[in-house]
């Protein structure tokens, strides 16, 4: 697949949800809201997301990286409160670390064919191209951007304000 549609499918294109259109507009207090019997909210699903992005982000960047003994490294505590502002700056650092996978994937193709940094329990300490990571990256926020537009139903938030699909 081309670069076009891997920067596309970063945003939400085709059958993707954007994943900005699916958090910008939410509040922090619908953000830490759990429903019953559901493992996670959506703060811990955008801080899940954020963790993994820096982390390839700085496996791209030629940065050794501590792969987590566990899973749970990269869930985040759900709080029983949250700032709105807390919740902006989450949001914002999300943005900014879409943007710069964006960049990334716009690479000329020599550079996308660099290895990234290994993630040993990933990769039995292998490298992998710069490409594959950024693909495994999209493909891992469009399945929990899925889970957050599932919880934003189950909470009555959706659609988004800057739309999305109701079917």
């Known amino acids: 697949m081309s670069q076009n549609t891997l920067i596309e499918l970063l945003y939400g294109k085709g059958a993707h949800a954007s994943p900005l259109a699916c958090i910008e507009d939410l509040p922090a207090e619908l953000a830490i ?4 019997k ?3 909210t959506i703060w811990q699903l955008v801080g899940h997301i954020n963790y993994w992005m820096a982390y390839d ?3 791209m960047q030629g940065e050794t990286e501590h792969y987590p003994a ?8 759900n709080p029983a409160t949250i700032a709105e502002s807390e919740w902006k700056n989450e949001l914002s650092r999300f943005s900014a670390l879409l943007a710069t996978l964006a960049e990334m994937a716009a ?4 550079k996308l064919a660099g290895q990234a940094s290994p993630a040993p329990a990933q990769e039995g300490k292998q490298n ?3 490409l594959d990571v950024l693909w495994q990256t999209a493909i891992h926020n469009s399945y929990h951007v899925g889970q957050i537009a599932m919880l934003r139903r189950f909470l009555g938030a959706w ?3 800057a739309g999305g699909d109701s079917w």
């Open 128 to 130: 992998a191209p710069i």
């Open 107 to 110: 690479w000329d193709a020599k």
């Open 159 to 161: 659609p988004p304000r």
């Open 33 to 36: 809201a759990r429903p019953e």
């Open 70 to 77: 566990h899973a749970s490294e990269s869930w985040p505590e």
């Open 38 to 40: 559901l493992p996670h």
């Open 57 to 59: 982000i700085r496996r």
